[in-house]
């Protein structure tokens, strides 16, 4: 272990301290599993950093192959909301798989299923950026983990559960699962 030295730095003092915290966390292949990670990337379409949150199991290794469940978050919630509800990370833990929750572009994007509602919910093109946001989201997710194409979920709460409802309708193929929880569908023909 490196020990930095500096007259304001204890990290002597402190490191075995800092060992036990951070132990519950496993790495895998230098990411942190058993935890909620908040993270971010940058979205050419709209210029700007998009976050998005995620979570590796403590068993996540890119020796075989996990199932992704997306998440969407409701109406002015956000990724890091949606994937701290109570008991996400336990059932990613017992059932074996990686969770994602991307933004959605904003808090009112609607997942492509509504486009610009008011004069609120700018830019022009909100609903198809907050699509996008989505799909990006899930291809990196894809290329930088060892995910089963086959088996990637969606599920989603409120406007996250219209987006699931949109999603499915508009790409079938990518989905293995539709999973709309109290759906803020905008069209009767949705449900």
Same mark, same amino acid.
């Given at each position: +272990?490196? #020990?930095?030295?500096?007259?304001?730095?204890?990290?002597? @003092?402190?490191?075995?301290?800092?060992?036990? =915290?951070?132990?519950?966390?496993?790495?895998?292949?230098? !990411?942190?599993?058993?935890?909620?990670?908040?993270?971010?990337?940058?979205?050419?379409?709209?210029?700007?950093? %998009?976050?998005?949150?995620?979570?590796?199991?403590?068993?996540?290794?890119?020796?075989? #192959?996990?199932?992704?469940?997306?998440?969407?978050?409701?109406?002015?919630?956000?990724?890091?909301?949606? #994937? @701290?509800?109570?008991?996400?990370?336990? $059932?990613?833990?017992?059932?074996?798989? =990686? %969770?994602?929750?991307? +933004?959605?572009?904003?808090?009112?994007?609607? !997942?492509?299923?509504?486009? $610009?509602?008011?004069? !609120?919910?700018?830019?022009?093109?909100?609903?198809?950026?907050?699509?996008?946001? &989505?799909?990006?989201? &899930?291809? #990196? =997710? $894809?290329?930088?983990?060892? &995910?089963?194409?086959?088996? =990637?979920?969606?599920?989603?709460?409120?406007?996250?559960?219209?987006?699931?409802?949109?999603?499915? +309708?508009? !790409?079938?193929?990518?989905?293995?699962?539709?999973?709309?929880?109290?759906?803020?569908?905008?069209?009767?023909? %949705?449900?």
């Amino acid at each position: +272990m490196q #020990i930095i030295e500096h007259k304001y730095c204890y990290m002597k @003092r402190f490191s075995p301290f800092l060992m036990l =915290i951070f132990a519950p966390s496993s790495v895998a292949g230098g !990411y942190p599993t058993g935890r909620v990670l908040d993270r971010t990337y940058y979205f050419e379409d709209a210029g700007k950093n %998009m976050p998005y949150t995620l979570y590796l199991p403590k068993a996540y290794s890119a020796k075989k #192959i996990w199932p992704l469940v997306v998440a969407l978050h409701g109406l002015f919630s956000n990724p890091s909301q949606i #994937i @701290r509800y109570p008991r996400l990370a336990a $059932q990613a833990e017992k059932y074996g798989y =990686i %969770m994602v929750a991307p +933004m959605g572009y904003n808090t009112v994007g609607w !997942y492509g299923s509504r486009g $610009q509602l008011s004069s !609120y919910t700018k830019p022009k093109n909100l609903g198809e950026l907050s699509e996008k946001d &989505v799909l990006n989201v &899930v291809t #990196i =997710i $894809q290329k930088e983990f060892s &995910v089963d194409s086959r088996n =990637i979920f969606l599920v989603g709460h409120s406007i996250g559960g219209g987006g699931t409802w949109h999603f499915g +309708m508009k !790409y079938p193929e990518k989905w293995a699962v539709l999973g709309p929880l109290a759906p803020a569908a905008s069209e009767t023909s %949705m449900i």
